[in-house]
T-cell receptor, first 110, second 115 residues
């Protein structure tokens, strides 16, 4: 399973764009990159998934360079409710034994 | 429809007691996963079911841990002779194997405290 590395914590003011970068140097050809969000006392919640280039949904954007050795989750105009832990995963799909790591704790400041 | 549900939400057990944690996945979801999450850590994989078949139990920390999904829907994680190091949140997730969507849907977890 490919290992991921991401910052332990980040702070941001409300209304700013937040970019969280994750490195996954050993990503395999068939692996997808997936991000989850977790609030205290809740299970993780899927945010976005991509294979290459850029993916955008109503919540976030995911940027993946051509070599796929890293990815960046972009959260536009964060609010206090975006304070959570964000996990970057390399996901082989199908049967999905994935490794969550310790995640990035994002604190949004008013 | 309803999401993944888990019961109980909280469980306190004395060391040495047996516990059973229940997971109700989303109806029709083929895959079911159990994770253990220690305080301040990310979820750690325990075991995986595809329908009723337990295809991977490599993450179970000891033979005191046992999981089943006899009819391919509801799953139970059983921990025998609980130890203090078993204290954690136990998360269940389900997903479909359809297409390219690999999203896992998580339940709220069961917080187990062993005293």
């Amino acid at each position: 399973l490919a290992k991921t590395t991401q910052p332990i914590s980040m702070d941001s003011y409300e209304g700013q764009e937040v970019n969280i970068t994750c490195s996954h140097n050993n990503i395999a050809t068939n692996d997808y990159i997936t991000w989850y969000q977790q609030f205290p006392s809740q299970g993780p919640r899927f945010i976005i998934q991509g294979y290459k280039t850029k993916v955008t949904n109503e919540v976030a954007s995911l940027f993946i360079p051509a070599d796929r050795k890293s990815s960046t989750l972009s959260l536009p105009r964060v609010s206090l409710s975006d304070t959570a832990v964000y996990y970057c995963l390399v996901d082989p799909g199908g049967y999905q034994k994935v490794t969550f790591g310790t995640g990035t704790k994002l604190q949004v400041i008013p | 429809g309803a999401g993944v549900s888990q019961s109980p939400r909280y469980k306190v057990a004395k060391r040495g007691q047996d516990v059973a944690l229940r997971c109700d996945p989303i109806s029709g979801h083929v895959s079911l996963f159990w994770y253990q999450q220690a305080l301040g850590q990310g979820p750690e994989f325990l075991t995986y079911f595809q329908n009723e078949a337990q295809l991977d139990k490599s993450g179970l920390p000891s033979d005191r841990f046992f999981a089943e999904r006899p009819e391919g829907s509801v799953s139970t994680l059983k921990i025998q002779r609980t130890q203090q190091e078993d204290s954690a949140v136990y998360l269940c997730a389900s997903s479909t194997l359809a297409g390219d969507n690999y999203e896992q849907y998580f339940g709220p977890g069961t917080r187990l405290t062993v005293t």
